[in-house]
């Protein structure tokens, strides 16, 4: 089965508003999470990543909030713009093991 | 340099053929991997070396094979390429304990005629 799930395939914010973008994971073992950001015919860039020893962590519009218990991560980017037009990817994985899984990605449109 | 590199950028296979894909890193990084990406579907891991240690996905063990001979270089290969083979190849690369998610190649488009 899929490991990390993006249960929303596609999401529109207007410019200069919050897009809220989600995941979840299935293994209990996965303790290293991230986004990435994709464009049509592109490899994945890393965006932001974070260990689950913290439960939040900025990067100027970016934040990540990781719920563990909840086996659910999400990506806040603040003050929306049109270039934030994009796929977005979640990963996760287990960062003794070194796997790393990622999701179906969401596709973020951003209207002026 | 801070980029993972891959050769070559597009490739024709003919469907029963072998076909070797290359990847290659300078940043000393002990992990690489290869995710297979289709349109519309999640990038899926194939396979990742740690160190000199292959380890292959499950659902894919038979399908691919990979060599490191050394830390800065990784291939895939192909042994039989069939029409389902036709995807992106994506590298990537990453330290681990550096707490920084893999960086990306910019992927090699195979297709299988």
């Known amino acids: 089965g899929q490991q990390v799930k993006q249960s929303s395939p596609s999401l529109t914010v207007q410019e200069g508003g919050i897009s809220i973008l989600n995941c979840d994971y299935e293994?209990?073992?996965?303790?290293?999470f991230a986004w990435y950001k994709k464009y049509p015919d592109n490899s994945p860039t890393l965006l932001i990543s974070?260990?689950?020893?913290?439960d939040k962590r900025e990067d100027g519009r970016l934040t990540v909030f990781l719920n563990k218990s909840g086996k659910h991560f999400s990506l806040h980017i603040t003050a929306s713009q049109p270039e934030d037009t994009a796929v977005y990817l979640c990963?996760?994985?287990?960062?003794?093991?070194?796997?790393?899984?990622f999701g179906k990605g969401t596709s973020l449109t951003v209207i002026p | 340099d801070t980029t993972v590199k891959q050769n070559p950028r597009y490739k024709l296979a003919r469907v029963g053929k072998p076909v070797n894909l290359i990847c290659s890193q300078t940043m000393n990084h002990d992990t690489m991997y290869w995710y297979q990406k289709k349109p519309n579907q999640a990038p899926k891991l194939l396979l990742f070396?740690?160190?000199?240690?292959?380890?292959r996905e499950a659902d894919t063990f038979e399908k691919f094979q990979s060599s490191r001979p050394n830390n800065s270089f990784c291939s895939l290969y192909i042994g039989s390429a069939g029409l389902e083979y036709s995807a992106m190849y994506l590298c990537?690369?990453?330290?681990?304990?550096?707490?920084?998610?893999?960086?990306f190649g910019e992927g090699t488009r195979l297709s299988v005629l």
């Open positions: 974070v260990r689950s020893n913290v």
């Open positions: 990537a690369s990453s330290r681990r304990g550096n707490n920084q998610a893999p960086l």
């Open positions: 070396y740690y160190d000199k240690i292959l380890n």
């Open positions: 293994n209990d073992m996965f303790d290293y």
């Open positions: 990963a996760a994985g287990d960062a003794g093991y070194q796997n790393f899984y």
